[in-house]
């Protein structure tokens, strides 16, 4: 329950500065002000993906003592990827003249510390102080978003800035609470000791978020930022969903590296099925309460732009489905030491899916993206959670030889 919270709480500030910025920002602001954050979200994906993942996996079933040990090198490796991803974003701003990259250059390395240490204390078992930790940042952000409207400062830069400012302060409370300080001098050591786990997850991210992540920026490249903005607009109101999803990950996945390692398979995988469905039937009621609802209602909600996003809803829905099934078997593959299946599945599908999407945004705009992305997503999660089904049945089959 506290993950759902803490997600639920990290995507309410998210929300606060895109449902603001849908009502005050032009379409082509908000799809650049939108962008600007996907790129955030995207760095704080790969900083766990490459760095945090080997610590969830390595050291949540471990002593106190050496969690904390690990959790400082974790943590030093993290500052230093921040660095040098905000330098990229610096040199990004100099050849674009636009200054919401320097924004989100200077936000970069708060941003990723606070995630990376929110998903330290999941793999400790903290998760209050997770969403503790949430929770401040997300006041400080409710805060900021008031302070820039009442202003009149509320642009696409301002917004990145308090975006990625206010989860310093969270970020330093729970790193303190948690009893860890970054060490960057054992960067080269971490990543030395961790490059198969490192580098097999980063491989499937690459492969999973360059679809999520990755088939956006193509999105607004192709159809513009307006298209991009549009496609943001009609995630809004699926909010709900993709909190439950990342929350209920961020619960399981050491869960059910402590089941398995406590010789619990069946149980892990009564786990990981229960989720599934659940996390399926939430897609379903949540997209059927907003296709149901009145436009006008949405108008109201969300501004004037609506009814042309309005559209789009089932197809990010399909894509949703898909996202909540993979959430549910690609964390019981990866906990029980198969996460090379879940790279191969999503290494034919990746590239059939980021072509269609160009291809689909090239000649269809918005919606010919947005299919493709969903269609990609689809056929992902039913594939991981076929492969898990089998075996998962494979090794019942096995114990009772």
């Known amino acids: 329950m506290f993950a759902i919270v803490d997600a639920g709480v990290s995507s309410l500030g998210n929300f606060a500065f895109s449902w603001i910025g849908a009502l005050t ?3 082509t602001d ?3 002000l939108s962008l600007a954050m996907v790129v955030g979200l995207l760095s704080q994906a790969l900083m766990k993906a490459l760095i945090i993942d080997a610590y969830t996996l390595g050291y949540a079933g471990g002593s106190s003592a050496r969690q904390r040990t690990a959790g400082g090198a974790a943590l030093g490796a993290v500052l230093v990827a921040a660095i040098a991803w905000s330098v990229c974003l610096a040199c990004v701003w100099a050849v674009t003249g636009s200054a919401v990259w320097a924004g989100l250059a200077v936000a970069g390395v708060p941003l990723a510390l606070h995630d990376s240490a929110r998903w330290i204390a999941f793999a400790r078992g903290r998760v209050g102080l997770a969403a503790f930790g949430t929770g401040v940042w997300t006041l400080l952000s409710a805060v900021s978003v008031g302070a820039l409207v009442a202003a ?6 301002s917004v990145v800035l308090c975006w990625g400012l206010t989860s310093s302060v969270s970020a330093l ?3 303190r609470m948690l009893g860890v300080a970054p060490q960057p001098s054992r960067t080269a050591e971490w990543f030395r000791e961790h490059r198969g786990v490192g580098m097999r997850s980063s491989l499937d991210f690459g492969l999973t978020q360059s679809v999520a992540y990755g088939g956006g920026i193509i999105l607004s490249a192709l ?3 307006a298209a991009f903005g549009l496609l943001r607009l009609a995630q809004l109101p699926l909010a709900a969903v993709q909190v439950v999803i990342a929350g209920s990950v961020s619960a399981m996945q050491p869960a059910l590296v402590r089941r398995i390692r406590s010789s619990q398979p069946e149980e892990a995988g009564r786990m990981a099925a229960t989720v599934g469905i659940v996390l399926v ?8 309460t907003v296709v149901l609802l009145p436009n006008a209602l949405w108008v109201v909600i969300l501004g004037e732009s ?10 990010l829905a399909a894509g949703l489905v898909g996202s909540a099934l993979a959430s549910s078997a690609g964390p019981l593959l990866r906990a029980q030491g198969m996460l090379h299946r879940e790279v191969v599945i999503k290494s034919v599908v990746t590239p059939v899916t980021i072509t269609g999407i160009a291809l689909g945004a090239g000649l269809g705009g918005v ?3 947005s299919l493709a992305m969903s269609s990609g997503a689809l056929v992902v999660g039913i594939g991981l959670t076929v492969v898990a089904y089998r075996c998962r049945k494979t090794r019942l089959r096995a114990a009772t030889l």
């Open 281 to 288: 039937v939430a897609t379903l009621t949540c997209t059927a």
């Open 223 to 225: 159809a513009g930022p």
């Open 367 to 369: 919606v010919g993206g």
């Open 152 to 157: 009149d400062m509320f642009s696409p830069t």
């Open 306 to 315: 609506w009814p042309d996003a309005a559209g789009l809803v089932p197809i």
């Open 30 to 32: 908000f799809g650049l």
């Open 25 to 27: 920002l032009s379409l």
């Open 173 to 175: 409370l729970m790193i």
